[in-house]
């Protein structure tokens, strides 16, 4: 298994919510959400996107990921509405079977689906804070599309378009495909002088190591068993990770560690003697104590957190 996919192992789409939007006349709304990755499947016609400074137009054929996004605009061309209603408040009055006739005049001049999914965000945060907020980015020598996307689109628009036994499901995992055609595009469309730590996963020495450090995160990893797993000497391995990843090589360990058991924490599967094995701390007290100074509370103060608020 490459780095990206151990990367990418503990990172699950939920929650999803999908729209088939018909959209004609001057039509617009706006979208407000928190810890949720969208993307757009435009099926026909063109519209434009606008979020924070930046507006993309979107084309037939396009997938396009909006990675951390809090509020953005979708409007019609020629028809930039400030005041643009919320999706909700359109959706609460135009919806019916997820479907959405949006100011529909004579002819359609844009169809399309969006699909909302949430995530956990103590394991996607690292990767999302150093994407871009609109995937992918255009550039004087692309057009912005995914070529290989193709099928999934399709399958996603005829999929759209039935009621089936376990739709959403289906869509879910489509979603969590189109996130990682998505990023692993990015990541290969890096300049090779590049700040984002995701240029590890291209390097031929680290991504090694990461992927080793994510499969394995219970092991006794010193700097030492991680150089030999790089190929490199001990010095030359803790420089160059530190100057690509950004921290020292145990650092980012701990960092993956601790985020990994708050997962465990909420998923409410494991005990916390069993959780503190899984993340590789010789004992209960030596945990807590590391998960503590990290998110402010100790392991069991924070599953029970969790638990009131999902009660909540």
Request: charged share 25%.
């Amino acid at each position: 298994m490459d780095a990206l996919s151990v990367l990418l192992e503990n990172v699950h789409l939920c929650g999803t919510k999908y729209y088939r939007i018909n959209a004609g006349g001057d039509w617009s709304y706006s979208v407000d959400r928190k810890d949720t990755i969208l993307f757009y499947l435009v099926l026909s016609g063109s519209f434009y996107i606008e979020v924070k400074d930046e507006v993309r137009k979107a084309e037939v054929g396009d997938t396009i990921m909006l990675s951390n996004a809090y509020h953005h605009t979708s409007y019609a061309l020629n028809h930039h509405d400030k005041n643009a209603k919320p999706l909700d408040d359109v959706c609460s009055v135009k919806s019916k079977e997820n479907i959405i006739e949006l100011n529909r005049a004579d002819e359609v001049n844009a169809s399309f689906i969006l699909i909302e999914c949430q995530y956990d965000k103590e394991m996607v945060y690292p990767l999302l804070s150093v994407l871009p907020t609109v995937l992918p980015e255009l550039t004087d020598d692309s057009d912005g599309r995914f070529g290989v996307m193709d099928v999934e689109v399709k399958l996603l628009r005829l999929e759209s378009e039935q009621e089936r036994m376990g739709k959403t499901a289906v869509i879910n995992h489509w979603a969590g495909i189109m996130m990682i055609e998505c990023v692993r595009t990015y990541i290969e469309g890096l300049p090779e002088a590049t700040d984002s730590w995701l240029q590890a996963l291209r390097d031929p020495y680290l991504t090694k190591s990461l992927k080793a450090m994510h499969h394995e995160p219970s092991r006794n990893w010193t700097i030492h068993k991680l150089a030999e797993v790089a190929g490199m000497s001990r010095s030359s391995f803790a420089q160059r990770f530190k100057d690509v990843v950004g921290m020292p090589p145990l650092t980012y360990l701990i960092d993956y560690r601790l985020r990994l058991a708050a997962r465990y924490l909420r998923l409410q599967q494991n005990s916390i003697s069993r959780i503190s094995e899984l993340v590789g701390y010789a004992s209960d007290s030596t945990f807590s104590q590391a998960f503590k100074r990290v998110y402010g509370v100790s392991p069991n103060a924070y599953r029970q957190q969790f638990q009131q608020e999902l009660r909540a």
